[in-house]
């Protein structure tokens, strides 16, 4: 884990060319080649580049930040926003591991990332005490982002922590081991609130919220919130909620609007003031291997996440948001509206 002092001045690597990692770390001894190297790759940066969001000095964190993306409701967005939050953070030139804690495996298969029954995973770090830097892979197509896959073990862990030493922190240890440098660590958790997410909870900081504008929205998140208390009160001190994100937002309805300005009354400076609008690009973006930002750079969700993680960057040293290329987003998500995407 990084823990230097804070490397001011913009995400991208200082150092050109590739990097070399430390030997040992089971990954590759190079990162990826330079992403514009893909065509994908070329035409995500290409459109990042024409928003001047790369190179304009996002700050890096002073240490890694271990975000914890949970909601023990389905189907809200968890993955969708743990992978397109790292993708972005990581074409602003961040270096971004996600961690797939769910056995579902969404996250690693969202990324492209092989996680068939044989492939090294976060069980195997869980469960058999197997350094995480022996499962992590790099994601083809982004440069600086990795991927922990999960396979279908991992249902079975749950049950068999039970009976292990020191079971609600085993994340935490692996990650406190793993030494690649990282300013991000972002790990999608189960949509239940079991060992799997107390483990992700011990590990992290933070605790990221998406909440989908639906009628219920705010429906058993009273539950989550206690238990991320308790886990304050008895394992981990540093845990708080720092970032809800509103997701799927359907500019058409009322209710979305609706439901927004209640979280909004409900949990105040948390919620990101970047809305994530239910776009046909995110939803196809998985099916392709790929993130939304890979798979249609241009597009209103890939232009909502990356503000969305700008907005992230600049929160974690302190820095005032001011919501830039607003104009883009709001066309595009009248697009949205209109039926465009
Ligand atoms: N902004 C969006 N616009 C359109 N579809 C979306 C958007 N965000 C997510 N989806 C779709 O909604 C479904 C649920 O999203 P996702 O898998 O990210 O939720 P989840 O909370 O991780 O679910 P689970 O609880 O099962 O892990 C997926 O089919 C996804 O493609
Ligand atoms: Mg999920």
Known sequence: MRSDANIAGPMTDPVPGPRTESVGDGVSRETPPPMDDTPIGRAAQLAVEALGRAGEGLPRPDRTRVMVVANQKGGVGKTTTTVNLAASLALHGARVLVVDLDPQ???????????????????????????????????????????????????????????????????????????????????????????????????????????????????????LLRNVDLVRGHLNPDLHVSTILLTMYDGRTRLASQVAEEVRTHFGKEVLRTSIPRSVRISEAPSYGQTVLTYDPGSSGSLSYLEAAREIALRGVGVHYEAQHAHAIQNSQQNVSEGIQ
Do not use: K, W
């Not at 790099?138 to 396979?151: K, S």
């Open 105 to 223: 495996g969404n996250a690693s298969t969202a990324l492209g990332i092989d996680h068939h029954s044989d492939v090294p995973s976060i069980y195997d770090v869980l469960v058999e005490s197997r350094p995480l830097s022996e499962v992590v892979q790099p994601v083809p197509d982004v440069e600086g982002l990795f991927c922990a896959p999960a396979t279908i073990d991992l249902a079975g862990a749950e049950i068999e922590l039970v009976s292990l030493v020191a079971r609600e922190s085993r994340l935490q240890r692996a990650i406190q081991a793993y030494e690649q440098p990282l300013d991000y660590i972002l790990i999608d958790c189960p949509p239940s609130l079991g060992l799997l997410t107390v483990n992700a909870m011990v590990a992290g900081a933070e605790v990221l919220i998406p909440i989908q504008c639906e009628y219920y929205a705010l429906e058993g998140l009273g539950q």
